[in-house]
């Protein structure tokens, strides 16, 4: 089988990045993510999207060797001394704000961010070696998913360069049930509720209810009470496409409120099509 980067197109990536303990024992979700890497192959850069970068307007770090950001406190001290010394890829992040600026963005360049949590923990499950070279881009969680999905379209172009554009957030993502459905014998009903509304609109291609999720879905509000963790999300869907078929990567819940659900967005009659589509 031709490598991806030989091939028209890769797919687009949503993938959960979990609480930061994912780094440490990925389990079945991890394990999903790491066989998926294998199977696409390894592309010429990533993109990827965290839910854990919020700014005013589009922004790309332009860092040439991004720094490993521990955002997060409270956790095993062995977090902390996790690195992923990944290249950054300001070419690419050069060509990607031409991308939006040409839909009509504004867009902005820092300097100086690293690669958070949500971007590394991934990232680091998929290509362990840290030389696949990383764009990180931020969301604007005050601009919902219109924004996002619109934003996500102008940056389709990348993925036939080669790019694997990736959302990083979480299916589901509602804190403060963190510790109120610890020990719990199960999820509750919102979590799978909302799993399987997106999973069936997913199928059948309804891209509008998708985009007004938290005036349709059942348990929006509970499942997402700020959107900021479903954003990345939109950015995948919208690379994908206008021509696309959802693959089913891996679905399942952690600590009984976090939904660890992944997707994969492919080009119709794409070679790497037709097993697990939902």
Known sequence: ????????????????????????????????????????????????????????????G???????LHDFYGFPQQ???????????????????????ESGFEVALDPQRG?????WIPLRLMYPDAT???????????????????????????????????GSGNLTHNLSHFHQLRGADSAPEYVTAFQHWVHDHLQSGDIPSLLG?????PGAMQAHPTDEHLLPFYVALGAAGTEFETEAVYSGV?????????????????????????
């Open 132 to 166: 696949v070279p990383v764009l990180t881009l931020s969301v604007q969680s005050h601009l919902g998913p219109a924004h996002h999905y619109r934003v996500g379209q102008a940056l389709a172009p990348l993925r036939d360069a080669g790019v694997l554009v990736v």
């Open 115 to 119: 690669l958070d949590h949500g971007a």
């Open 62 to 68: 332009i860092v040439p060797r991004p720094e490993t």
């Open 213 to 217: 999720y938290r005036h349709l879905a």
């Open 1 to 60: 089988m031709k490598t991806p980067v030989d091939q028209d197109r890769l797919p687009t990536l949503f993938v959960p990045h979990g609480a930061p303990t994912f780094a440490l024992q990925p389990g079945e979700a991890g394990e999903a993510l790491v066989e998926y890497a294998r199977r696409i192959g390894r592309p010429k850069a990533v993109l990827i999207v965290s839910a854990h970068w919020d700014t005013p307007i589009p922004t790309f």
């Open 79 to 101: 977090l902390y001394s996790i690195r992923y010394p990944a290249p950054g890829a300001v070419p690419l992040a050069m060509e990607a704000r031409g991308l939006l600026e």
């Open 254 to 278: 952690t600590f009984n409120m976090l939904a660890m659900d992944s997707y994969a967005f492919w080009p119709v009659n794409h070679p790497n099509q037709g097993a697990h589509h939902v």
